[in-house]
């Protein structure tokens, strides 16, 4: 989930730490987490809950706050080409949801728009 967001809105991992971020991020753990469950993936030694995921995120966001993620370096060095990664991260994620009839709205909006190229603002959070 930092990987896209980051290279979305052209900031680096520590951005999502924003409370800006917060809805989208829930959204996209939830999403995962749902598609991981229908899939029979374990996501550690527990089942995962949205808060732990969310707690997760966060927490490597923050551990990494100074960071450019690959996909971002990937998007500022090339601009007008799809990521690299995009089909691995977000794509996968879409593509598991729809096989098993998981909705992941969110997931698709993220794919959709790196996809198709350029960077949000934040104000455009809106938009997913």
């Known amino acids: 989930m930092i990987n896209p967001l980051t290279a979305l809105f052209n900031v680096p991992n520590g951005a999502l730490l924003d409370s800006r971020f917060r809805d989208v991020v829930l ?55 799809e990521p690299a990664e995009l089909d691995s991260i977000t794509g996968a994620v879409v593509t598991e949801a729809r096989r098993l009839s998981v909705p992941a709205p969110t997931h698709e909006r993220v794919f959709q728009l790196l996809k198709s190229g350029g960077f949000l603002s934040q104000p455009e959070l809106s938009l997913l």
């Not at 966060?58 to 500022?76: I, P």
Request: glycine residues 8%; charged residues 25%; negative net charge.
């Open 27 to 81: 959204r996209l753990t939830k999403e995962f987490i749902d598609v991981a469950n229908a899939r029979g993936t374990r996501l550690g030694s527990e089942e995962p809950s949205v808060e732990s995921g969310v707690a997760h995120v966060l927490g490597v966001a923050e551990a990494t706050a100074q960071n450019t993620s690959s996909m971002l370096a990937e998007v500022r060095r090339h601009p007008h080409n």
